[in-house]
């Protein structure tokens, strides 16, 4: 609170950053626990068989998991193009297959929302405190300047912002970057597990026509 007033406009920069992205931490982890929640749910009900449409009907109400909206992607396609009776048609395989992928990635891109921003705190704030750093020095110095000496009282307040400025940036960047490696890691497991499913899907759909 004894801070000089630049001083204060970096920890409250630095504040806002901290806020929000533990707010996002929050957020995304409430996310990602009922996509993995829903999507065990999921395959338990397709890994059990039956037709799709019994499949589509017994999960029509799991609108966080990422493999039922490929799922409900994939019906609608084969509902509008069924594939042929006999055989494998490549056209078909392709269509299916474009259509599975362009699901994952919009499924991705949903997951991965505001991760980008716990990137940007852990690469930021430490620079942010650093120049919090650089000016309480600043200050420091010129308090040696006004006094004209070297005492502990001259030097201690720009030290002491330099210091707080520096233990802020570090606090806000380190939760962030943990965060984010974390999410990350999660949403490569999510993208693995889509593309599993995407196999599988294709197989179960063209393989029972074979």
Known sequence: MSSGPMAKLVLFVLLGFSVASWAIMA??????????????TFLDRFKKGGGLAAIQ?????????????????AFREISLNPPPQEGADPATV???????????SVQITELERSLGFLATTAGATPFIGLFGTVWGIMNAFH??????????QAYAPGIAEALVATAAGLAAAIPALIGYNHFMRELRLFEAGMDEFSADMIHRVLGRRS
């Open 143 to 152: 308090g040696i300047g006004v006094t004209g000496t070297a005492s502990l």
């Open 57 to 73: 009907d017994a999960t029509a109400t799991l609108h966080d998991s990422p493999l039922a909206h490929l799922f409900r992607a």
């Open 27 to 40: 957020e995304r982890w409430r996310a990602f626990s009922r996509a993995q929640r829903e999507s065990d």
């Open 94 to 104: 392709s269509a299916l297959d474009r259509v599975l992928r362009k699901n994952a």
